[in-house]
Each structure stands twice: as structure tokens, then as C-alpha cells.
């Protein structure tokens, strides 16, 4: 933050520890996790480190997540009980994509929809 002219805020440092502590939280979840900052505040807070790219927002479905944006990483989604994993090996290269229009690809996402081994 303080890197990209923020100031590292006790508000700003608890809503990061909130995110540290579990991937694919809801709104509602961390500012559960941080209840002394206001609702306001954490979506705020949540927009900007998503602007600097210290937070991916990921819509799976059920509203709005956050996570770190630590290691390129996609999702599993359980159709059944709304579990959500993680898997590294991504099967897209930007790089092949067949973009027109002078598109410049910056990020992206995979989602999997399913069935977990606990739900089949």
C-alpha cells in the first residue's frame, strides 16, 4: 500500500489479516472477522486493494469473494454444498488467445462447476 502512495491504516491492516486468515470470504464474512470497522469501510477498503491488485473479487456464483491475489490459481466450485478448492495447473496461455481488436489480456479466471468427492 504504502508503496503505491495508501497509508497502511489499522482499519486497512485488520481487513488484510481478515483476508489472510481464509480464502473466498463474502463482505459479510470479513467484516465479521474485523466487526470494529465499518461495513462501509471494508467495501471500500476491499475496492481499492482490488484496484492495486493486492485482492482478487471472484463471483462464484453466490455474490462476491475475495482472496489474496497471491499464485495464479483457479477454482472448483460444488454444485452440491458450495465448496470452493483451488488448482494451479491452468489450462489457458494468454498469450494464445485469439484476441481481436487490440484487447490487451491483463488477467483471468477459471471456474469449474461440479460435484466434490464428499457430495457424489
Do not use: W
Not at 472477522?33 to 471500500?44: A, E, M, Q
Not at 491488485?53 to 495464479?72: I, K, M, N, T, W
Amino acid at each position: 500500500m504504502k508503496g503505491r502512495g495508501y497509508k497502511a491504516t489499522p482499519q486497512r491492516v485488520a481487513i488484510l489479516e481478515a483476508l489472510a486468515a481464509e480464502q473466498h470470504q463474502s463482505l459479510d464474512e470479513i467484516h465479521a472477522k474485523c466487526p470494529h470497522v465499518g461495513l462501509v469501510t471494508v467495501y471500500r477498503t476491499l475496492d481499492l486493494f482490488s484496484e492495486i491488485g493486492a485482492v482478487r473479487r471472484l463471483d462464484l456464483g453466490d455474490g462476491s469473494r475475495y482472496e489474496l491475489a497471491e499464485a495464479h490459481h483457479h477454482h472448483l466450485i460444488c454444485d452440491s454444498c458450495g465448496s470452493i478448492s483451488e488448482f494451479e495447473g491452468c489450462p489457458i496461455d494468454p498469450e494464445r488467445l485469439d484476441v481481436e481488436g487490440g484487447f490487451e489480456v491483463r488477467s483471468h479466471s477459471v471456474e469449474v462447476y461440479g460435484n466434490c468427492a464428499e457430495c457424489l
